[in-house]
């Protein structure tokens, strides 16, 4: 059985940092990627970054340069480093598992975790 695990989130002041993980277990990542959306009240789901396992990387624009994702192939773990935080990117965060390439719409992801609320106070 694949579970996704989220952890990380928090509330921070504009201008400050989180790193969120997520911990993967049931399968392994070899052929995976990964990525981790996020969705604020009242909206749809949104891309935010994703990884495969060859280390190759895909950002939404508005993260570019604040956002890092990152993997642990040892610890079967994701991480999303991010900096600069801004108001509007106060949102439930969840990562998400597809078994084939990078890309950025949610209906193609097959495993999801149970997200992480990330507030980011102005």
């Known amino acids: 059985q694949v579970q996704l695990v989220e952890s990380g989130g928090g509330l921070v002041q504009a201008g400050g940092s989180l790193r969120l993980s997520c911990a993967a277990s049931?399968?392994?990542?070899?052929?995976?990627?990964m990525a981790w959306f996020r969705q604020a009240p009242g909206q749809e789901r949104e891309f935010v970054a994703a990884?495969?396992?060859?280390?190759?990387?895909l950002y939404r624009d508005s993260v570019k340069g604040r956002f890092t994702i990152s993997r642990d192939i040892a610890k079967n773990t994701v991480y999303l480093q991010m900096n600069s935080l801004k108001p509007e990117d106060t949102a439930v965060y969840s990562c998400a598992g597809r078994d084939g390439a990078l890309v950025p719409l949610p209906r193609l992801y097959d495993y999801w975790g149970q997200g992480t609320q990330v507030t980011v106070s102005s």
């Open positions: 990884i495969r396992w060859s280390s190759d990387t």
């Open positions: 049931g399968y392994t990542f070899s052929s995976y990627a």
